[in-house]
């Protein structure tokens, strides 16, 4: 059986697979943007913590956006985005114990992201890894067409067409 929620299934499921292989690269990648800026190398044993905190990254993600993904749209709380967010404190860990000091952030991404001294917090999932936009666009127009399939009033209910 096909349809809208099916398309949303297997975007769900594709996307949140996407994630997970992604975060990996992620965490090594914004670890060694920050150092490089700050030192000009990359040291291996800065390397080395980056890998193991992006596999601890990946391990904790990938519950966590698979459950959301999976769930029903009215029982979702939070975004993807929003859970990737919140895995800065892996980067930052690698960051702070290779003693590299926090940058310069401007008073809203303080105020939005106060645990990011690093300025990590990706904008889109594209900051992830590009291949994601077009499948998170897909994600998201469905699970939009979804919900207003669920929640849109009867066509005798609803008021004139503002179209």
Sequence with gaps: MGGPEASLRDYGVALAAGIVAAVPGWVVGSVERVIRAWSGEFPPLVLAAAEAAGSRAQAE???AVTALLESDIDEQRTTPLALLRGAVV??????????????????YTVSAFPEDSYDLSPASLADLDPALTELGIRWGAAKAFEHRRRHRPPAGERGPDPG
């Design 61 to 63: 993600l990938a519950s």
């Design 90 to 107: 892996y980067p930052t860990e690698v960051l702070r114990q290779a003693g590299v000091p926090p940058v310069q952030r401007d008073r």
